[in-house]
T-cell receptor, first 116, second 111 residues
Framework: DADVTQTPRNRITKTGKRIMLECSQT?????MYWYRQDPGLGLRLIYY???????NKGEISDGYSVSRQAQAKFSLSLESAIPNQTALYFC???????????????FGEGSRLTVL | QKEVEQDPGPLSVPEGAIVSLNCTYS??????FMWYRQYSRKGPELLMY????GNKEDGRFTAQVDKSSKYISLFIRDSQPSDSATYLC???????????FGTGTRLTVIP
């Protein structure tokens, strides 16, 4: 099983619909992130969380919200989806603990969202 | 100006070629430099990691950082078809909450 699991992997929806993308991890990391990836723009940070009580906006948080239900679960919501939110979304975890830890990001396999 | 600039390619080379991938950046405070590899329909995975300036070698892969020029490189020797992927550079400041990613370079190694 994957260490970082995203559901759904693919979703097609219509403008104005509410969408939730879910992420769960078994790595035991405290930090979780949501990125979106667009051709020519790379990976951009939407939100990140250091623990259940800590939520932070990233570079492009407008139109999105998140919930950290538990250390292992971090969901991303689009309250009213619009076509320019069509993208590939990645959840990632990161641990800054341990001597010599690189702070490497561990990514899920992505959720492809299409908003018509 | 974007924090990190990366030529998107695509780059196509014959098997066995030496590949050079590059990124430039504008923030002189960046200290951590990483290369991620992303196969089609997969999430990025860390390939190489370097702290501050210098070179780091791991098998066929060499990462170089030139902080004076704000320029980082990834070299792949004896490239293989299995190296075909998108390569993303990423970097951050000490203690930073986020990594700044390049747009990625798509590489195809032709058998």
């Amino acid at each position: 099983d994957a260490d970082v699991t995203q559901t759904p992997r693919n979703r097609i929806t219509k403008t104005g619909k509410r969408i939730m993308l879910e992420c769960s991890q078994t790595k035991g990391h405290d930090r979780m992130y949501w990125y979106r990836q667009d051709p020519g723009l790379g990976l951009r940070l939407i939100y990140y969380s250091f623990d259940v009580k800590d939520i932070n906006k990233g570079e492009i948080s407008d139109g999105y919200s998140v919930s950290r239900q538990a250390q292992a679960k971090f969901s991303l919501s689009l309250e009213s989806a619009i076509p320019n939110q069509t993208a590939l979304y990645f959840c990632a975890t990161r641990s800054m603990q341990g001597v010599g830890n690189t702070g490497e990001l561990f990514f899920g396999e992505g959720s492809r969202l299409t908003v018509l | 100006q974007k924090e990190v600039e990366q030529d998107p390619g695509p780059l196509s080379v014959p098997e066995g070629a030496i590949v050079s991938l590059n990124c430039t950046y504008s923030n002189s405070a960046f200290q951590y430099f990483m290369w991620y590899r992303q196969y089609s329909r997969k999430g990025p995975e860390l390939l190489m990691y370097t702290y501050s300036s210098g070179n780091k070698e791991d098998g066929r892969f060499t990462a170089q950082v030139d902080k004076s020029s704000k320029y980082i490189s990834l070299f792949i020797r004896d490239s293989q078809p299995s190296d075909s992927a998108t390569y993303l550079c990423a970097m951050s400041e000490t203690g930073a909450n986020n990594l700044f990613f390049g747009t990625g370079t798509r590489l195809t190694v032709i058998p």
